[in-house]
């Protein structure tokens, strides 16, 4: 993600802008995602791009496992995030971090969230955060996601952007659900997956 596009996140979530935005928008995904993850039992749950820690707060409230965790590359978010969780006392521990570095060990995870992340990520980043992701995922764990989705754009017969879908089977995971949602904006759907790690 670009240094200016980390900053007006930041700065969007400091003035409440981004949360507006996230409340009239994210809802339903949010809703979609929980329901299609099907959580269960003591699940060590990872939220990869939490931004302010809205469907990591919901998480917490609705899974029965242990603490829940929530990374993002916006220092700015996590501190409205852990606001969030402290005024509720969720057990939610947030850290600043990128996908493409995720600090914690491989096999971690029963169930990794992310929520319109990987359209925010460079092209050569896409590919590292889904290995990532994959990595510190256990055994049959599950990568719930909600992504933008387009066709990709094309050059004499080059991609010039990678798409989540285009890395699924290189990075190891096979497809458990796919969903086609609705549009959050004029030409753009949200595609949902559930991935699993063989």
């Not at 820690?53 to 409230?61: D, N």
């Not at 699924?168 to 659900?177: C, E, H, P």
């Amino acid at each position: 993600m670009s240094f200016a596009m980390n900053r007006i996140l930041g700065l969007s979530a400091a003035f409440g802008l981004y949360d507006w935005w996230a409340r009239r928008n994210l809802e339903q995904v949010h809703d979609t995602l929980i329901g299609l993850a099907d959580l269960r039992g003591n699940a060590e749950i990872l939220d990869v791009g939490c931004g302010t820690g809205i469907l990591s707060s919901r998480l917490a409230e609705t899974s029965e496992g242990p603490t829940v965790r929530g990374l993002d590359i916006s220092p700015r978010m996590i501190c409205v995030a852990r606001r969030r969780a402290n005024r509720r006392g969720l057990p939610v521990e947030y850290q600043v971090g990128t996908v493409t570095r995720l600090p914690y060990p491989d096999g971690q995870f029963d169930v990794v969230f992310s929520c319109l992340l990987f359209h925010l990520l460079a092209s050569s980043e896409k590919e590292p955060g889904l290995r990532e992701i994959h990595r510190v995922l256990r055994p049959a764990g599950r990568h719930a996601s909600a992504e933008f989705e387009m066709c990709p754009v094309r050059f004499l017969g080059r991609k010039l952007s990678e798409y989540p879908g285009d890395l699924i089977d290189a990075v190891g995971f096979r497809i458990q659900t796919r969903l086609m949602g609705p549009f959050i904006t004029r030409r753009r759907p949200v595609v949902y997956r559930v991935l699993v790690k063989p």
